[in-house]
């Protein structure tokens, strides 16, 4: 008896050792195949452009196609769920932007990057405008907020889901004067966008990567930038005087990363470290990037995770103070700024 559980035991750490192995070689010679790379949001946005823009360079590093498929909705809920019940192979990677890191302040989801590991954050959208429609009547923030304040719930504002630039522009505005307007939701800057050129919504904040080709062709009309100083030629907010106090708050933008499952193989995440740090070197990706008024940042590791928090902990509480968390960052353990 004692025999026959020695060679059992034996056999048992024999096929583990294998299967140690085979993993181990199996991720040495990553990628033997494509990759598919899941956007969070619905093509045209930000993080669209940015990633499209991002991944041939990236597949000339990995020497495989990665194949790219837009899973929007529910604040990228869904398409950082579907990465999250696949293999940790480092086949599925996840091409996302701010807002997971406020899923569980909002309520939303119980994970957030926290489930991930930062293979790059690629660059940070820290101008963002606030657009409208080609035919608006204000041209500038003071004479929109004028006439919101005289007209309540009269304009109709995009919206994107909890945690997102229109979101936080919001929860800003709110903590500095009233601003009621119709919120209609969309799955991203890119059908936005479309609505705001058919004249379906009326304005909208958006970062400048994903709007200014359309201000500068006349698709769309800039009402100001997110900003204490102008912008190619556009206003900042701040020229409003009941929104100079927005300065406590800047900079602050969304922002592009590509991730995977935290329990993928380190040699794995490193081969995908290093294409994805190449890329974001590359001239013609940083001018294309830089042209749309994004900040390379080009970070992996535990740089991006310092990134992360810092955003974090700066955006939880902005939302806590303006009354759109849904529970207390402090319970989550998240720290104040």
């Known amino acids: 008896m004692q025999q026959f559980k020695r060679q059992f035991l034996g056999a048992a750490v024999a096929a583990l050792a294998t299967l140690g192995f085979s993993g181990l070689a199996q991720a040495q010679g990553y990628p033997e195949r494509d990759v598919t790379a899941v956007i969070q949001w619905g093509a045209g946005g930000g993080t669209d452009v940015a990633m499209r823009g991002y991944a041939p360079y990236a597949e000339e590093a990995l020497g495989k196609k990665i194949v790219l498929q837009n899973k929007p909705g529910a604040a990228g809920v869904i398409g ?84 997102t630039v229109p979101f936080t522009m919001n929860a800003m505005m709110s903590t500095l004067t009233k601003f009621e307007t119709i919120n209609v939701p969309f799955d991203g800057d890119g059908p936005a966008i479309a609505a705001l050129q058919g004249g379906h919504v009326d304005i909208g904040f958006i970062a400048s990567g994903a709007a200014i080709e359309h201000v500068k062709a006349g698709r769309l009309k800039a009402l100001a930038v997110v900003d204490t100083k102008p912008y190619q030629g556009i206003a900042p907010v701040t020229d409003a005087p009941s929104l100079r106090g927005i300065s406590k708050y800047l900079p602050w933008g969304s922002w592009y990363g590509v991730f995977v499952k935290k329990d993928t193989p380190d040699a794995v995440k490193a081969k995908l ?65």
């Not at 500038?140 to 304040?149: G, P």
């Not at 001018?287 to 810092?310: H, Q």
């Not at 902005?318 to 319970?331: E, F, T, V």
């Open 80 to 163: 950082a769920n579907f990465v999250l019940q696949q293999p940790s192979d480092g086949y599925t990677i996840l091409m996302g932007a701010e807002p997971q890191a406020l899923y569980r302040v909002m309520g939303v989801a119980e994970f957030d990057y926290n489930e991930f590991y930062p293979i790059n954050i690629a660059a940070v959208a820290n101008t963002i405008l606030l657009v409208a429609k080609p035919d608006a009547p204000w041209n500038n923030m003071q004479d929109l907020l004028s006439f919101v304040q005289a007209n309540p719930k009269k304009v109709k504002q995009y919206l994107a889901g909890q945690g």
């Open 273 to 337: 470290v290093a294409a994805f740090k190449k890329a974001g070197d590359n001239p013609q990706y940083r001018k294309m990037m830089e042209s749309r008024g994004t900040t390379m940042l080009n970070i992996s590791g535990s740089e991006a995770e310092a990134f992360i928090k810092k955003f974090q902990s700066t955006t939880a509480w902005l939302y806590q103070g303006a009354g759109a968390a849904k529970k207390n960052p402090a319970d989550l353990g998240i720290p104040k700024p």
